[in-house]
């Protein structure tokens, strides 16, 4: 009686999660408890992502050979660049049938699209403006460094760029809207790509410098005054030190130095592209987001793509504009937690657009999935490989795939978090319900095949809490112990633990371990290698 009890609510859940969001008629954000959901066709979504290599998506014949490889890794989202070269190649003419063709292409597969907005900025350059953009350096003045030489980057205090850009993106919008809106195909924008100022820490076209003599915005400093106890530690610590002014130009807020340099541009670019993601919404109010080319500790602003929407600029970004719903981090350094604790440190979601694919990938999606609630995640270059089916990052994105509704279920509840290990982070102790699990790396275990390997590989998992002593865990190349919370007399012992999978939201239980595989009641397991979801029933005993 008790199990059918089960089925009927899991049943009714399910019920509930395909039906509770239709209210809403185009993919949007909400919050869930103290997390964030992406809605999509009603039903909240967790992206299986992978983005396109820059110039795979510019014809229908580059991208065939592509398709079947992001459907045999289990992806549910493709995110590819829209080319503003390609799309308005005379001012004012636009040309949306490789939009169309991409959206069509992307149904027939059951895939979604999330479009990079290749504009007036793409890794700081702008290398994706149309030609009539770029052979009229007059009318669409470029950035100036320190010596007045221009570089090939449209400069942010133009009202003829932002026109331009911000006219692309709308009629790209209003068409995406006629296209896709009953469909939602698209489901979400990223304007720009890795927005940053190079080769010096500020732009010095004569707009600039008129521009950087002139007070500090009174919108900002009154975000600032209204926000002072959340501001993020490095930015308040700068305004600190000059006084915590609240007039005057930027040099007297801010003092004088490369951080103030970069502050400055920070605003102008993100006032930029909140104007442009404005006209994009009011077109087709999707969410837009924008990404961060991340910044090395020992670089200076200029040496990196400065004032781009990073962590210590994270409050500069917000005050010009809640146009843009999220910023997000590409991930090129090994730092993963370190920087997605700085992006996600206000309670934003966090969503991972580009991340290298290498072997780490899908663990680290795994985990961002599992410890921070990610909206999603996406490994670059995705079409990169040769067999897609052997690839690790489809495993793991198959048990996402079967886990969804359940982790949209208890999202923002304090009931799911994530672990990542490798040899030098072997151990991780997490603390969910009534009991501590200690989740160490496969190969602690000394009779393991790779336990005297060098180098061991990155594993990870997901833990979800399902009710009182109930859990899901799913990953690759863990072992879990347990201590009961409640009672440190009291021992906790595994009363059950089942693999399986879910078809259809139903769980289906393939094979029931209690003898070697969970070392005769001491540990939960899954190897190097596998790829699992087991089910686990704790309990205490004296």
Known sequence: MINFLKKISFCLFVLFFQGVYSQSAIPNLQKKGNKTQLIVNGKPFIIRGGELGNSSATSMESMEPIWQKLTDMNLNT??????????????????????????????????????????????????????????????????KDDKNKSHEILTPFSENNLEADLNALKKLMAHIKDFDKKDQTVIMIQVENEIGMLPTARDYHPLANEAFKKEVPKELLQYMQENKEKLVPEFLELWKKNGFKISGNWETVFGKGLQTDEIFMAWFFSKFTNKIAKAGKDSYGIPMFVNAALNAPEKKPGEYPSAGPLPHLMDVWKAAGNDIDFLAPDFYNPSFKKWNDLFTRQGDPLFIPEHRFDATAPFKGLYAIGHYEAIGFSPFSIESITDAKKE??????????????????????GKIDGVLLDKENAIQIIKLGNYEFTFKHDYTLNWSDGAKEAIW???SAIIIETGPDEFYIAGSGIVVTFRSLKNNALNAGILKVDQGRFDNNVWRTIRHFNGDQTHQGRHLRISVGDYEIQKLKLYTYE
């Open 78 to 143: 493709v995110l590819t660049p829209i080319y503003w070269e390609l799309i308005e190649k005379e001012e004012g003419s636009f040309d949306f049938s490789l939009v169309d063709d991409l959206i069509l292409k992307a149904r027939k597969e059951n895939l979604k699209l999330v479009f990079l907005w290749f504009g007036s900025w793409k890794n700081s350059m702008s290398s994706h403006a149309p030609a009539w953009v770029k052979l009229n350096q007059k009318k669409y003045p470029r950035v």
């Open 392 to 413: 690790p990052l489809g495993r793991i994105y198959d048990l996402v795939k079967q886990l969804t509704p359940v982790i949209e279920q208890y999202k923002g509840l």
């Open 457 to 459: 590989p990155m594993s």
